[in-house]
């Protein structure tokens, strides 16, 4: 039976298949992590979607005070000169 490049690995014996066992642990953690963290990124987008009107009305509503007191203060130090 061929493995490929892993041929030659078999050829070590206990060493070899210790290395293959230890990729392939590699490989599922790896297989995982990827999972879970495409997971968590679909939570984070179900979670915006639900508060993303809420968030762009604050913002809007911020963006409108900030302009309102960025008028007030030039007009109060432009009446002092």
Do not use: H, P
Not at 15 to 25: E, H, Q, S, T, W
Not at 59 to 71: A, H, N, Y
Request: hydrophobic share 40%; glycine share 6%; proline share 0%.
């Amino acid at each position: 039976m061929s493995f490929g490049i892993f041929d030659s690995l078999a050829q070590y014996g206990i060493l070899g298949f210790a290395v293959l066992a230890l990729g392939y642990l590699c490989w599922i953690f790896l297989n995982r992590l990827m999972k879970s963290e495409e997971d968590y990124r679909q939570r984070v987008e179900e979670l915006e979607g639900e508060y993303r009107e809420d968030l762009e009305k604050k913002l809007e509503e911020s963006t409108e005070s900030s302009k309102s007191l960025k008028e007030t203060i030039l007009a109060l130090f432009s009446n002092k000169k």
